[in-house]
């Protein structure tokens, strides 16, 4: 699964030597039923956390940088 | 213990709960002279009763997790742009509406490092932020 996040200020996340945290809390489970296993997503994992690095911008001016700097 | 001349009571007290059982016996006692007399002797044995305790076998369950094969998941990484992949360890059922997955099936929030959201001056809406399932 990927999820895309637009930050109000992504400069603003983790901003320190310390990351901060992104929790995700799953509320309705039968959304994550494996077929496979035949059960639902556990318990155990209905929330996920994990550091998160310094975030910027998703725009023309990021995206430009990281060509340049894949080209050089 | 009682006794008198021809009976006498020996009971055999445990101190504990008990059950008596009652033994008569007779004896004749002869002497030299052909001279003889009975005697009665009458012994109450008391016996504890046995207690049937019942045992209560103690069944150690192990973790569930441990049992069965369960569904795990972890958040797999979140690229500098925001993009978020979730893993989990076992084939998912897919095919469904993305737009579906909104906040009532799941939240995400931000957890600020430092707890510096606790702080004077902290807005926690510079780490708001919107979401948007885009694969599955």
Redesign the interface.
């Known amino acids: 699964?990927?999820?895309?996040?637009?930050?109000?200020?992504?400069v603003?996340?983790?901003p320190?030597a310390?990351?901060?945290?992104?929790?995700?809390?799953?509320?309705?489970v039968e959304?994550?039923?494996?077929?496979?296993?035949t059960?639902?997503?556990?318990r155990?994992?209905y929330t996920?956390?994990?550091k998160?690095?310094?975030?910027?911008?998703?725009d023309d001016t990021?995206n430009s940088l990281k060509e340049s700097a894949a080209t050089s | 213990m009682t006794f008198d001349n021809k009976t006498m009571k020996l009971t055999i007290n445990y101190g504990q709960t008990t059950q008596a059982r009652t033994y008569y016996l007779t004896f004749t006692l002869t002497d030299g002279f052909g001279k003889s007399q009975d005697t009665n002797l009458m012994v109450v044995v008391q016996e504890p009763i046995k207690v049937e305790i019942p045992v209560v076998e103690e069944i150690v369950v192990e973790e569930e997790i441990l049992l069965t094969p369960n569904v795990s998941a972890k958040i797999e990484s979140i690229s500098t742009v925001g993009l978020m992949k979730i893993e989990f360890n076992a084939s998912m059922q897919t095919g469904f509406n993305l737009s579906l997955f909104n906040s009532s099936v799941m939240d995400l929030y931000i957890e600020p490092a430092y707890e510096r959201h606790e702080e004077m001056g902290f807005r926690m809406e510079t780490v708001n932020f919107t979401w948007k399932v885009v694969s599955f």
Do not use: C, G
Not at chain 1, 1 to 10: A, G, Q, S, T, V
């Open positions: 699964m990927e999820i895309k996040l637009k930050f109000n200020n992504p603003a996340i983790s320190f310390e990351r901060d945290k992104m929790v995700l809390h799953i509320k309705q959304y994550f039923y494996s077929p496979e296993v059960r639902d997503l556990h155990y994992w996920l956390r994990t998160i690095k310094k975030q910027v911008p998703d990021t």
